[in-house]
Nanobody
Framework: QVQLVESGGGLVQAGGSLRLSCTAS????????MGWFRQAPGKEREFVEA????????YYADSVKGRFTISRDNAKNTVYLQMNSLKPEDTAVYCC?????????????????????WGQGTQVTVSS
């Protein structure tokens, strides 16, 4: 079992930045590809970004292209989401997730069912 704990959310003005962190415990971190998803009120959970076990491959949603960057530090069992140029439409609860698929590709990255473990989430609110 993997436990995931997110941090770093908060309230920020449009155009500002935040960095989310997700720390894993319980199993070998490098056994998992990692993803960030978000869910706004009244909307379905949506894919944001994903990163492979080694960190060598990343995938992102078009809505965050050029603004958000996912990274991981395997020595610290932590995955990050750097969010720049934030917009009010980025307001959501952001969750990290861990998946054990042998190979990460774009199809696997965006599929919620590719992830076996989920964190509780952290709120990000962007004011206009």
């Amino acid at each position: 079992q993997v436990q995931l704990v997110e941090s770093g959310g908060g309230l920020v003005q449009a155009g500002g930045s935040l960095r989310l962190s997700c720390t894993a415990s319980g199993r070998t971190f490098t056994d998992y590809h990692m993803g960030w998803f978000r869910q706004a009120p009244g909307k379905e959970r949506e894919f944001v970004e994903a990163i492979s076990r080694s960190g060598g491959s990343t995938y992102y949603a078009d809505s965050v292209k050029g603004r958000f960057t996912i990274s991981r530090d395997n020595a610290k069992n932590t995955v990050y989401l750097q969010m720049n140029s934030l917009k009010p439409e980025d307001t959501a609860v952001y969750c990290c997730a861990a998946g054990s698929s042998v190979r990460l590709n774009s199809r696997v990255a965006v599929n919620l069912r590719s992830y076996e473990h989920w964190g509780q989430g952290t709120q990000v609110t962007v004011s206009s």
